[in-house]
């Protein structure tokens, strides 16, 4: 039975699609049969990540007002075996995803897949709601800023009261906190919030932490999710965090400052 | 003593004032978590209300409901200016 995973956010530009992309191409590599769904109706980003844009014909709009059918619109992974998107919608209005149309979808596609990552909008309004509504578990990603995490404890609150788990009084989401852009120096100097302080404030179990990288800009300028490009930090941090995601125990990495040695003190290294 | 004071304040990590705000405004939300939709409404009726009678300010007002087993309890906290 597949496992369908929201990841969510409130605050907008924290790295959700990003992740989403990273940890369902992490799970594929894995040989989890996994499909990852745009949720975000009208501007769709998922498929510029994911670097499969020009393959795009039908989206999910089309597949809930019948006009194609699931097969005809997931796109199938050029790198990855295993792996689907199904891409959301430019053009239509937000009101084309019903929730009877993405149970019916979702309920479709768990026969077929181990896992299903939903890709939400920002904001806390029916696209979010709608990509949270169904999920088993929730990937909540926070950047270490007040904002993001004031809009993590904001959404927190939804999946505890505004999804079919809290409504039909099941066992509630799993949360897990995925902390993005972290930056040891910054945290070391005192100008930004330390996992520590997230973590007491939000009170959800971590997943992972993503480091502030160059390694996401060039993997979304080329199209290719971060966590093929294993040498980076950010691809290592993801490939840990699909780890977790599976259950194995991972210590964590990438959140205490680098010593940097004398040849890359010289030479002026950059983050990788 | 003030240019001790400022000092200080200077060497504070911005941080912890982050930290510092940010325990604050969840404890807020989180208070409010689960609570019906109506509940602002009610409360900015009610001060209204009060407002008729006496002057109060807007922080002079705490309202809560807590479930009990069989029973929801609207916990009303008006804070009166001394007359």
Same mark, same amino acid.
């Given at each position: 039975?597949?496992?369908?995973?929201?990841?969510? /956010?409130?605050?907008?530009?924290?790295?959700? $699609? $990003?992740?989403?992309?990273?940890? /369902?191409?992490?799970?594929?590599?894995?040989?989890?049969?996994?499909?990852?769904?745009? +949720?975000?109706?009208?501007?769709?980003?998922?498929?510029?990540?994911?670097?499969?844009?020009?393959?795009?014909?039908?989206?999910?709009?089309?597949?809930?007002?019948?006009?194609?059918?699931?097969n005809q619109a997931l796109i199938r992974d050029k790198r990855v075996e295993n792996l689907f998107i199904l891409p959301a919608s430019q053009t239509r209005d937000k009101d084309a995803l019903t929730q009877e149309g993405v149970a019916e979808i979702l309920e479709k596609l768990k026969e077929d897949f181990d896992f299903i990552l939903c890709d939400s909008p920002a904001g806390i309004?029916?696209?979010?709601?709608?990509?949270?509504? +169904?999920?088993? #578990?929730?990937?909540?990603?926070?950047?270490? #800023?007040?904002?993001?995490?004031?809009?993590?404890?904001?959404?927190?609150?939804?999946?505890?009261?505004?999804?079919?788990?809290?409504?039909?009084?099941?066992?509630?989401?799993? #949360?897990?906190?995925?902390?993005?852009?972290?930056?040891?120096?910054?945290?070391?100097?005192?100008?930004?919030?330390?996992?520590?302080?997230?973590?007491?404030?939000?009170?959800?179990?971590?997943?992972?932490?993503?480091?502030?990288?160059?390694?996401?800009?060039?993997?979304?300028?080329?199209?290719?999710?971060? $966590?093929?490009?294993?040498?980076?930090?950010?691809?290592?941090?993801?490939?840990?965090?699909?780890?977790?995601?599976?259950?194995?125990?991972?210590?964590?990495? +990438?959140? #205490?400052?680098?010593?940097?040695?004398?040849l890359s003190r010289m030479f002026g290294g950059g983050r990788r | 003593m003030k240019l001790l004071e400022f000092l200080k304040r200077e060497r504070r990590k911005s941080a912890s004032v982050a930290k510092e705000r940010l325990q604050i405004i969840v404890a807020h939300q989180r208070s409010q978590r689960g609570q019906p939709d109506y509940m602002p409404m009610l409360e900015r009726e009610l001060l209204e209300v009060i407002r008729r009678y006496v002057h109060v300010d807007d922080d002079a007002i705490q309202i809560s409901l807590d479930s009990e087993d069989n029973c929801s309890v609207l916990e009303l906290n008006v804070t009166l200016p001394k007359s």
């Open positions: 039975m597949a496992k369908i995973i929201v990841v969510t /956010s409130g605050k907008g530009g924290v790295g959700k $699609t $990003t992740s989403a992309a990273a940890i /369902s191409t992490g799970l594929a590599l894995r040989g989890k049969k996994t499909v990852v769904i745009d +949720f975000d109706v009208g501007l769709r980003n998922l498929d510029l990540i994911m670097g499969c844009e020009r393959r795009v014909v039908y989206d999910l709009v089309n597949v809930i007002q019948g006009e194609a059918g699931l309004e029916r696209g979010a709601q709608l990509a949270m509504y +169904f999920a088993d #578990e929730a990937i909540v990603v926070t950047n270490p #800023e007040v904002s993001s995490v004031r809009d993590s404890d904001r959404i927190l609150g939804l999946l505890a009261s505004k999804t079919r788990r809290a409504e039909q009084g099941e066992d509630p989401i799993k #949360e897990h906190l995925l902390v993005t852009r972290y930056n040891p120096e910054r945290v070391t100097s005192g100008d930004m919030l330390t996992l520590d302080d997230i973590r007491e404030i939000l009170a959800i179990n971590l997943l992972g932490l993503i480091p502030e990288s160059e390694a996401v800009l060039r993997a979304s300028n080329q199209g290719v999710p971060v $966590t093929h490009d294993i040498s980076s930090d950010a691809g290592q941090a993801y490939s840990d965090t699909v780890s977790r995601l599976l259950g194995e125990d991972m210590p964590l990495r +990438f959140h #205490e400052m680098q010593r940097k040695g004398l | -």
